[in-house]
């Protein structure tokens, strides 16, 4: 596997459900981002993980709790979720540090909240 | 209050011809812009950058313009074709600290009509 991987890429689940989304990359990076992307909306950042700093949009709800037990995984765990939070959840990573630092994107995955 | 605007949601153009797609920002704390490109149910996928000590930067039929005076950059394609027709993101970043955060537009639609 190469890249930034996530899976699964979709997932429909109800409103009482917990689950997770996972992300790895192969990439030899330091830094790992969450972004939720809605309809008509720009890509919007949930949570940043940087060299065991964790960084959050003071805006996303309790019901979302990432995890980062080490440089190449990011979990995002979900509970209690409601409809308003079907959306494409992007995982991303970077070096983390110089002035050009670019983070690289996974595919995505798509969620459902019923 | 959106720090980076794509104005233009859609943009249509001929094969063969110039596409350019515009972005504006307001932080002049911004110093490194990148653009993306997605597909349908696909992850970003980046495509170019310029940091702020330059005003142009290229890679094959993709230029980026920066500038800062007027807080503008622009994507120039050229030639264009109909793969590169996707959504376009612009995104900033602050390359301060240890976790750099991606701010993003709302992308415009790019369609190459053959």
């Known amino acids: 596997e190469t890249g930034v991987t996530q899976t699964p890429r979709h997932l429909v689940m109800g409103m009482t459900n917990k689950k997770s989304l996972k992300c790895e990359q192969h990439?030899?990076?330091?830094?790992m981002y969450w972004y939720k992307q809605s309809a008509k909306k720009p890509l919007e950042l949930m949570f940043v993980?940087?060299?065991?700093?964790?960084?959050e949009n003071n805006s996303v709800p309790s019901r979302f709790s990432p995890e980062c037990p080490n440089s190449s995984h990011l979990f995002l765990h979900l509970h209690t979720l409601q409809p308003e939070d079907s959306a494409l959840y992007l995982c991303a990573s970077s070096l983390g540090q110089g002035a050009t630092d670019t983070q690289y994107f996974g595919p995505g995955t798509r969620l459902t909240v019923l | 209050d959106q720090q980076v605007k794509q104005n233009s949601p859609s943009l249509s153009v001929q094969e063969g011809r110039i596409s350019i797609l515009n972005c504006d920002y307001t932080n002049s704390m911004f110093d490194y812009f990148l653009w993306y490109k997605k597909y349908p149910a696909e992850g970003p996928t980046f495509l170019i950058s310029?940091?702020?000590?330059?005003d142009k930067n290229e890679d094959g039929r993709f230029t980026v313009f920066l500038n800062k005076s007027a807080k503008h950059l622009s994507l120039h394609i050229v030639p264009s074709q109909p793969g590169d027709s996707a959504v376009y993101f612009c995104a900033a970043q602050i390359s301060s600290g240890s976790a750099r955060q991606l701010t993003f537009g709302s992308g415009t639609q790019l369609t190459v009509l053959p």
């Open positions: 993980y940087s060299l065991e700093e964790r960084v």
């Open positions: 310029i940091s702020s000590i330059k």
């Open positions: 990439l030899g990076h330091n830094a």
